[in-house]
């Protein structure tokens, strides 16, 4: 049933496992988008192989529990950002809670990618940094002219202050 609600929503690729071991398997070989997990399962009540699947960077996780489990594993499962909805499942309660999935995956998204994005910048200044105390120390210069200095080579060369960095470095570290 849900692999019928999924196919409109635009979902690439199902991949449909019957035990917590083999789905665990997979998400070992591969990463996932979404996982939904229609607890109980053969070998697991399911809770476990959500936390599990919740640990990985970006996958978000829908579980589907039995109502009468539905508030302890909801207050569990919640702290981890997994979605939890009651059986019987109700179509527009489970395309709203896989509406909030994509959404959530969608920001985390793009937080990962500015994440990504300043920790270049500050590595950037690290290297620089780094270069302008080579200057400072053996060529004497200032603060301000070191920074000058690496700043009019990223100019004229037509390249970033990075990469000025980065040849001074490699120029005089060894000294």
Sequence with gaps: MISELLNPAYVCQIIAVKTC??????????????????APLKDETGESLALHAASREMTQV?????REFFEAVSA??????ILTI???VNRYIFMSALSLARSVYN??????????????????????DRAK??????????EKEAHRYIEKQAM????????VA???LKTYEDL
């Design 21 to 38: 071991g083999e789905a665990r398997r997979l998400l070992l070989e591969r990463d996932f988008d979404l996982v939904i997990i229609d």
């Design 62 to 66: 829908i579980l589907i529990v039995r």
């Design 76 to 81: 569990v499962c919640e702290k981890e950002g």
């Design 86 to 88: 009651e059986k019987p």
């Design 107 to 128: 920001r985390m998204k793009k937080i990962q990618t500015e994440n990504a994005q300043l920790r270049k910048r500050i590595e950037d200044i690290r290297i620089v």
């Design 133 to 142: 105390c080579i200057l400072i120390s053996l060529m004497s210069m200032s």
């Design 156 to 163: 004229d060369m037509r390249i970033t202050k990075r990469a």
């Design 166 to 168: 980065e040849r001074i």
